[in-house]
């Protein structure tokens, strides 16, 4: 009955409606959701009438970010995407006499879809956290004592989260080599970061806490997320404390947020947590996803190389523990924060979310179509996520992320 063309196999079907903030030639920012190849201007469309029912003030299609969208609350912000999906399939749809609302992807800019505040990036897969594990301490006692009974996380730096499409130099910093002293320089050991984040649709108060009964209505979609990693800064700097330069140079994310209604039909039994977690960690009902997630490596003039399979259904900590636990010493939460899933990797070696774990510290080397070979990125590499969900013919993807990877400056 969708009277637009989607292609098969497309992220954005009609099951998907996404929300992201974009501009055309004129540089004006506003309010799109994306359908198969168009995007669909959202403030055009309001000036129609489409969404006169919900009561909603047609310029908060006009904003910069999505925040004040999101802050409509979940009832809205639903209402408006199943209209747009009603919409598509109505053949006598007024949108069809309109057809400059729907615009090509490649005449527009994506942007940051929310402004980030506050950004938490947590690490939440056991396979991961045992790899690391394994590799640096004792592979028989890889988990840290803390790991199965609490979703660990740090507060990270929000400002230097960029859309796709940005591309970022090589960070600097010291750098410890062997049994010498410290070195200041560029990274050599530049990695991403295969993760997912969530963001928050609903804030809370200060001195209050989020149950996990509680935490699906505070939450609004979510989006890819790379969050790079310089390893070799990061080894020498972050005892005792934790991440600093290593990590805070950049993190990239997909510029269409999927709204968690959309990824429903993609939930999934999580794994048996053992040790029983404590009460407010406990949840009923599945809020693990099934969604399929792929890293590819390109070197400058030359092919993309798919060199890791993983799926976000091998979470060990779900999104509702994560906000839970956030949130249960009183810490306040706002509409825009960003909660990162911590790198996601598999069972396989094929499935490990970062080449710290392809490489295996450095002591082996991904081979890529070319015949060029990695341990970690370098110069003019660009790394791109991808990642969906699909089941029984419905499909909801998250598009790409994509970024590459510039000398450091002098």
Sequence with gaps: MVWIDIPDHSDFSIHNIPFGIFSGPDGRKRIGTRIGDHILDLEKTASLGLFDHLSIDPDIFK??????FISLGKPITNSVRTKIQETINDESSILKDYPRLFISPGEVTMHLPVEIKDYTDFYSSENHAYNVGAMFRDPDNALLPNWKYLPVGYHGRA?????????LHRPKGQIKPGDGAPVYGPSRRLDFELEMAFIIGKKSELGTSISTSEAEDHIFGMVLFNDWSARDIQKWEYVPLGPFLGKSFASSVSPWIVTMEALAFAK?????QDPEVLPYLQYSGNHHYDISLQVGLTPRGSRETIISHSNYKYMYWNTVQQLAHHTVNGCNVNIGDMMASGTIS???KGSYGSMLELSWGGKKTVHLKDGQERKFLEDYDTITMYGHAEREGKRVGFGAVRTQILPATE
């Design 63 to 68: 904003s910069t970010v999505l925040n004040p």
């Design 159 to 167: 400002s230097s989260i960029i859309p796709s499409g940005i591309n």
């Design 268 to 272: 999934v039994e999580g794994p048996k």
């Design 346 to 348: 598999g069972t396989e």
